[in-house]
């Protein structure tokens, strides 16, 4: 089983700072990675897919890269909504696993 | 506009069963897999089980170790998850979603409670 392991557990920042999230797999997963972001109370809702393609409706400050093991989602300039936890999920070995998650919170 | 409903979670005793029903509409439900994504309380995202479009593959969580049968009856656009021998460490939103590679749409969760 692939293992996701996402880095910081807690970030806590300003709005209008930029989020870096960082998620390492145990074993090449290509470029087959997705984030997802969900706020309490609410089902998690797909950000970016393989990789660094936007999912339909996301916005522009949402971007993620890395292939092999290291993946990255940077929110370029967090807005109050943006605050909220979010998983990293490969799909190299279908249906995939899930990181454990980074919350981002108000500094 | 795609939609999933879940129904069927509750509360149920250790050694229970219950059967989890996700309703789905506002797409071709039989071209795409589906899929189950659990959430203990206060905890992450656990996927479950999966199974493909037409429902003649299907997929589980090793530590599930055969308690739990993912179904789909196309004909009425449902997705089903039999849950046996019900843990209290199976307590958690329980989610479909549908899954053509990544879960591009999510339900809004049921809530199964395991405890005497």
């Known amino acids: 089983e692939i293992v996701l392991t996402q880095s910081p557990a807690t970030l806590s920042l300003s709005p209008g700072e930029r989020a870096t999230l960082s998620c390492r797999a145990s074993q090449s997963v290509s470029s087959f990675l997705a984030w997802y972001q969900q706020k309490p109370g609410q089902a998690p809702r797909l950000l970016i897919y393989d990789a660094s393609n936007r999912a339909t409706g996301i916005p522009a400050r949402f971007s993620g890269s890395g292939s092999g093991t290291d993946f990255t989602l940077t929110i370029s300039s967090l807005e109050p909504e943006d605050f909220a936890v979010y998983y990293c999920?490969?799909?190299?070995?279908?249906?995939?696993?899930f990181g454990q998650g980074t919350k981002v919170e108000i500094k | 506009e795609v939609q999933l409903l879940e129904s069927g979670g509750g509360l149920v005793q250790p050694g229970g069963s219950l059967r989890l029903s996700c309703a789905a509409s506002g797409f071709t439900f039989n071209t795409y897999g589906m899929g189950w994504v659990r959430q203990a309380p206060g905890k992450g995202l656990e996927w479950v089980s999966a199974i493909s479009g037409r429902g003649s593959n299907s997929y589980y969580a090793d530590s599930l170790k055969g308690r739990f049968t993912i179904s789909r009856d196309n004909s009425k656009t449902t997705l089903y998850l039999q849950m046996n021998s019900l843990r209290a460490e199976d307590t958690a939103v329980y989610y479909c979603?549908?899954?053509?590679?990544?879960?591009?749409?999510w339900g809004q969760g049921t809530l199964v409670t395991v405890s005497s």
């Open positions: 979603a549908r899954q053509p590679y990544y879960f591009d749409y």
């Open positions: 999920q490969q799909r190299s070995n279908w249906p995939g696993t």
